[in-house]
């Protein structure tokens, strides 16, 4: 049974860059796509893009200036990054199995407020 | 970017009844590959999404069966044959066919 955990910091200010890690437990990592979504009041999900095991990815234009994603599969791992985030970014971040995501995290709740 | 548009935004259905959803898209969901890139979620309060149904149709692991979806093109459909106390929660449907990704923005469903 696969398994998600992430982690990362929950409170940023306006400028900071946020950074996040999904572990991933029981099952392949080498055979998927992984995938970062996110939530928030106003713009509902969101797709921000995915990476292989190999590192290629796709993200999503409206946040590919600011996104890098990575993934060591040494450890079973993927991150996230995005640079210089706002209010707008404020939301839960959500790692999953599948560029298409079929297996979710839980969440890591973000706020960026001054 | 394909927008994807839900109808109703929420429902209130009693148990025992059925439920529908549509989604609707901007452009074909079908892929050239053959297939037809419509997903749909299951948001129960306080949890993560969880995926039911992809490629239009297709149960994933373990949803019950009282779950089904249908469409195509640009016009999709989840239905609930008969509604139970647990399916309460937000549903979304997604398309991938054509990055980036995107959702619908949601119908909520309670038990009346």
């Known amino acids: 049974q696969v398994q998600l955990q992430q982690w990362g910091a929950g409170l940023l200010k306006p400028s900071e860059t946020l950074s996040l890690t999904c572990a991933v437990y029981?099952?392949?990592?080498?055979?998927?796509?992984w995938s970062w979504i996110r939530q928030s009041p106003g713009k509902g999900l969101e797709w921000i893009g995915e990476?292989?095991?190999?590192?290629?990815?796709n993200y999503n234009p409206s946040l590919k200036s600011r996104v890098t994603m990575l993934a060591d599969a040494s450890k079973n791992q993927f991150s996230l990054t995005l640079t210089s985030v706002t209010a707008a970014d404020t939301g839960v971040y959500y790692c999953?199995?599948?560029?298409?995501?079929?297996?979710w995290g839980q969440g890591t709740p973000v706020t960026v407020s001054s | 970017d394909i927008m994807v548009t839900q109808t109703p935004l929420s429902l209130s259905v009693t148990p025992g009844q059925p439920a529908s959803i549509s989604c609707k898209s901007t452009?074909?969901?079908?892929?050239?590959?053959?297939?037809?890139?419509m997903y749909w979620y299951l948001q129960k309060p306080d949890q993560p999404p969880q995926l039911l149904i992809y490629?239009?149709?297709i149960r994933f692991s373990e949803v019950p069966e009282r779950f089904s979806g249908s469409g195509s093109g640009t016009d999709f459909t989840l239905k609930i044959s008969r509604v139970e106390a647990e399916d309460v929660g937000v549903y979304y449907c997604?398309?991938?066919?054509?990055?980036?990704?995107?959702f619908g923005q949601g119908t909520k469903l309670e038990i009346k």
């Open positions: 990476i292989s095991y190999r590192g290629v990815t």
């Open positions: 490629e239009v149709s």
């Open positions: 999953a199995r599948g560029g298409r995501p079929r297996i």
């Open positions: 029981g099952g392949s990592f080498t055979d998927y796509f």
């Open positions: 452009q074909s969901l079908l892929h050239s590959d053959g297939k037809t890139y």
């Open positions: 997604m398309q991938s066919v054509q990055f980036p990704y995107t």
